[in-house]
């Protein structure tokens, strides 16, 4: 029986927040908090999808998806976007309201679109079992559906033998990753799951969870940081409801109001973002506490300026105060107005400020964990059992 493992990391936002819409610099990480796939092919006649994170397990009949299909929906090798048509009919092949947007329904999706392009041996689709799992929050702003994506995509790829492992696995090489070539496949496979399940992505998540590292993004234009250090962090998620669309629109209604108040903190936060760059770059070679003054400096008047803007929270603002108190520097990540935040962990701050910090805010009902940005992209693994941060619900679900 054939199996493939896969992983690919979550995403945050370093800085460039809200500014990125008006043009300015934004820049974007890896965090290592990964989403995990398994695919075993087998001789069933069936394919069976498992997501237990968002409690859908679904199933269909080879022969019934080989009817539906006729043939493979495109050429593998030259992904193209899904028509709204076929959206419509793999909806209804599936059971999902035509009018559903929920992203559980939508995953489903993507990985039925992903199958009918990818999954074909001899002109027939193949029998397999699926299972997706995430350490990441879902729908917290972390990219958690553009890993699903590049999982799927580097996943099925695998099973028809479209890219390779730079070098066969084996019992002392457990990972392994693919060629920039097959990485571009793989992105841009990933971001058709994602236009299945956003519409309009920008590209950042899917690539984030493909390359790793760190990327930069303005007017349009992705470009992966050639340097970037691995940086500890602590991103605790408050759980606080929020709308992105509801926020971007907020301001820009106040851009247009005041256009020479919120242009120079645009301006500021581009030239923040820049810094940044500058400074990871520097860090990548030798880092020492001076780079991690720095960072943290930008860290505070980042956060500053997305409060002068109104993207902040109370909770944000209480995370921020408590981390403050303890000599560790906070600020919102992504959209504001709840969410997520992210925490530097410099080198001069010991385990148990750290635990503390945890302490306060999962008592406060904040979920938190204490990991890394600027890790690797996606990756090939040999077995679960050298993966020590598979989660539980992915085991119990195999």
Not at 217 to 237: A, D, E, H, W, Y
Request: proline share 4%; hydrophobic share 40%.
């Amino acid at each position: 029986m054939k199996e493939i493992i896969v992983s690919a990391p979550g995403k945050v936002i370093l800085h460039g927040e809200h500014s990125v819409v008006y043009g300015k610099l934004a820049v974007a990480a890896g965090v290592n908090l990964r989403t995990f796939l398994r695919l075993r092919e087998d001789s069933l006649g069936e394919v069976r999808l498992h997501l237990p994170d968002v409690g859908l397990d679904r199933s269909w009949k080879t022969e019934d998806l080989q009817h539906f299909f006729s043939e493979r929906l495109c050429n593998p090798l030259s992904p193209s976007q899904i028509s709204d048509d076929l959206m419509d009919r793999l909806k209804e092949f599936s059971g999902i309201s035509l009018d559903s947007s929920n992203t559980g329904h939508l995953a489903i999706i993507a990985f039925l679109y992903l199958y009918g392009s990818l999954a074909w041996k001899n002109g027939k689709c193949i029998s397999m079992d699926v299972a997706v799992s995430s350490t990441q929050p879902v729908g917290a702003g972390l990219g958690s559906s553009a890993s699903f994506s590049v999982c799927l995509a580097a996943g099925l790829l695998s099973s028809v033998a479209l890219i390779s492992p730079k070098q066969p696995l084996n019992g002392e090489n457990t990972m392994g990753t693919w060629s920039e070539k097959d990485k571009e496949l793989i992105n841009s496979w990933a971001f058709e799951g994602e236009r299945v399940i956003h519409g309009k992505p920008s590209g950042i998540d899917n690539s984030m969870a493909t390359y790793g590292g760190a990327l930069t993004f303005q007017s349009g234009k992705i470009v992966q940081l050639k340097k970037m250090p691995r940086l500890k962090i602590l991103l605790t998620n408050t759980k606080v409801p929020r709308s992105t669309k509801v926020l971007v629109a907020g301001v820009r209604t106040n851009y247009e109001k005041f256009p020479g108040v919120f242009g120079p903190v645009f301006e500021a936060m581009h030239g923040l973002s820049v810094r940044s760059v500058e400074t990871y770059n520097q860090m990548a070679d030798k880092a020492d506490l001076e780079h991690y003054s720095t960072l943290q400096d930008l860290i505070d008047i980042n956060h500053q300026l997305l409060r002068l803007i109104g993207v902040s929270h109370p909770v944000l603002e209480t995370l921020v105060q408590e981390s403050s108190a303890l000599g560790v520097h906070t600020k919102l990540t992504g959209a504001g107005g709840g969410g997520c935040a992210l925490s530097l962990i410099s080198p001069d701050v010991k385990d148990d400020v750290i635990e503390k910090l945890k302490t306060v805010f999962r008592e406060k009902g904040f979920d938190c964990w204490e990991t890394s940005v600027g890790g690797d992209g996606v990756l090939l693994h040999s077995n679960f059992n050298t993966i020590f941060t598979v989660p539980k619900t992915f085991r119990e679900s195999l």
